[in-house]
């Protein structure tokens, strides 16, 4: 059922334009500016990791968390949501489903974009790292989408909620890419997305002791959490009369 759920919301997406645009060729073109700006960038403190932490956070809020958002504002406001609850997928299932398909095209986005810069330059100092760095921003966008459908009434209305957590995202990783390390560091931890940006950083420029990059875990492992009882607080399947 999950995955009938998922192939269907995957068509809607693919047909609708403005959908389409905002989870693929914004982050895209966001993505390739950067990457043409590469050389530029090799005297910021961060280096080359500022448009690695830029591009990776840009596709995460831009694509992901904003398509999340709408898709579940929508599918509510439609009674989808309402009608999925009467059949055998269970909650976890339903939204599983229906966020499977941006999760997916903005891990395949990151993938694409990660791979070309490394094709032409030295690559990631840590890949394991980079890929760890990812999964928890992915999953942090997630969760944030989920507290944010709670206070979001229609999916024209997701155009102004998601404003403040995708301009905070992008700001805060350019912040943290042009500003030296040792510059508030556990201000910039401890700001949502902040300790993700800063293990990209470290992950494709290397250099960072092992302990520290533990560290940047507990900040985003806390906000998850955050989100989450957030969400178990204000989601609701149907829309508010």
Same mark, same amino acid.
């Given at each position: 059922?999950?995955?009938?759920?998922?192939?269907?919301?995957?068509?809607?997406?693919?047909?609708?334009?403005?959908?389409?645009?905002?989870?693929?060729?914004?982050?895209?073109?966001?993505?390739?500016?950067?990457?043409?700006?590469?050389?530029?960038?090799?005297?910021?403190? &961060?280096?080359? %990791?500022?448009?690695?932490? =830029?591009? /990776?956070?840009?596709? !995460?809020?831009?694509?992901?968390? @904003? #398509?999340?958002?709408?898709?579940?504002?929508?599918?509510?406001?439609?009674?989808?949501?309402?009608?999925?609850?009467?059949?055998?997928?269970?909650?976890?299932?339903?939204?599983?489903?229906?966020?499977?398909?941006?999760?997916?095209?903005?891990?395949?986005?990151?993938?694409?974009?990660?791979?070309?810069?490394?094709?032409?330059?030295?690559?990631?100092?840590?890949?394991?790292?980079? &890929?760890?760095? %990812?999964?928890?921003?992915? =999953?942090? /966008?997630?969760?944030? !989408?989920?507290?944010?459908?709670? @206070? #979001?009434?229609?999916?024209?209305?997701?155009?102004?909620?998601?404003?403040?957590?995708?301009?905070?995202?992008?700001?805060?990783?350019?912040?943290?890419?042009?500003?030296?390390?040792?510059?508030?560091?556990?201000?910039?931890?401890?700001?949502?997305?902040?300790?993700?940006?800063?293990?990209?950083?470290?992950?494709?420029?290397?250099?960072?002791?092992?302990?520290?990059?533990?560290?940047?875990?507990?900040?985003?492992?806390?906000?998850?959490?955050?989100?989450?009882?957030?969400?178990?607080?204000?989601?609701?399947?149907?829309?508010?009369?």
């Amino acid at each position: 059922m999950t995955v009938a759920i998922a192939a269907s919301e995957l068509k809607q997406i693919i047909r609708n334009k403005s959908v389409l645009i905002s989870a693929t060729a914004i982050p895209l073109g966001t993505s390739a500016l950067l990457i043409l700006g590469r050389d530029s960038y090799r005297d910021f403190p &961060a280096g080359l %990791g500022f448009a690695v932490a =830029a591009m /990776m956070t840009s596709i !995460a809020a831009l694509g992901l968390y @904003v #398509t999340a958002v709408t898709t579940l504002a929508a599918r509510r406001q439609t009674l989808f949501l309402k009608r999925l609850r009467s059949t055998a997928a269970g909650d976890t299932g339903i939204l599983t489903g229906l966020l499977a398909p941006p999760v997916l095209i903005s891990a395949v986005q990151v993938v694409i974009v990660l791979g070309v810069l490394a094709s032409i330059t030295e690559g990631p100092a840590n890949p394991l790292l980079l &890929a760890l760095s %990812g999964v928890l921003l992915i =999953a942090l /966008m997630l969760a944030l !989408a989920l507290a944010t459908v709670g @206070v #979001t009434r229609s999916p024209e209305h997701a155009q102004v909620t998601t404003l403040p957590i995708t301009l905070g995202a992008i700001a805060l990783a350019m912040w943290i890419g042009l500003t030296s390390a040792d510059s508030l560091p556990l201000l910039k931890a401890l700001l949502p997305t902040g300790a993700t940006t800063r293990l990209s950083i470290n992950a494709w420029n290397g250099g960072a002791p092992v302990e520290q990059n533990l560290l940047l875990l507990l900040p985003t492992l806390g906000w998850i959490a955050a989100a989450l009882v957030m969400t178990k607080i204000t989601f609701h399947w149907e829309p508010r009369r």
